[in-house]
């Protein structure tokens, strides 16, 4: 069974290496390609992609409101953003959006047919280059204001925490002696 690709790529010349590679695949199927949001959205009944190829930086309708109106209108389509890793602020707002992977321009077709594959499978694909900006990008103060929580200073303890707490203060209350271990780990 093939992968539906829909592509929406501002540049011409990019768009047309993406179909090429598209259709040289035999396990990716071109849906549709096209230079902006607004058209790909307007053959969407026609296109029913599976995987959209998406570069950021479109004219008109930005990469981010493309996200979104999928996000709102059709869930279970895949979006691989196609492009730069250069604007910290509109890869945070696309993966806020609903972004599911992330290919970077100029890596090659092997790395964006990893991508598409893997967002079509559900997981997320981000180089480690992205990958490890997005990290350090968590660690910054602010990034709640995107709708990524911070980690919890003070987080709640985990049910097993909670057990050998239990245990524990069972065992100073019953004259030093523990009543249950986990024979795997030997942890009481």
């Not at 029913?48 to 996200?67: A, T, W």
């Amino acid at each position: 069974m093939s992968i539906r690709v829909t592509v929406i790529e501002g540049d011409i010349s990019t768009r047309a290496s993406l179909v090429g590679m598209i259709r040289r695949s035999a396990e990716l199927r071109l849906a549709g390609a096209y230079g902006t949001g607004e058209e790909a959205l307007a053959r969407w009944p026609a296109d029913r992609p599976d995987v959209v190829v998406l570069d950021l930086n479109l004219c008109g309708m930005s990469g981010v409101e493309f996200i979104r109106v999928v996000r709102l209108r059709h869930r279970a389509i895949r979006v691989l953003a196609f492009a730069e890793f250069h604007d910290d602020q509109r890869v945070r707002e696309a993966i806020g959006a609903g972004l599911d992977g992330y290919a970077l321009k100029g890596a090659g077709y092997g790395p964006l047919a990893a991508g598409i594959f893997a967002v079509h499978r559900g997981e997320g694909f981000f180089p480690p280059m992205v990958a490890c900006r997005l990290a350090e990008l968590l660690r910054a103060p602010g990034m709640s204001d995107i709708g990524v929580p911070l980690p919890s200073m003070n987080p709640l303890p985990t049910v097993r925490a909670i057990e050998v707490s239990v245990l524990v203060e069972h065992r100073f209350n019953n004259g030093g002696h523990a009543t249950s271990v986990d024979a795997e780990s030997g942890a009481l």
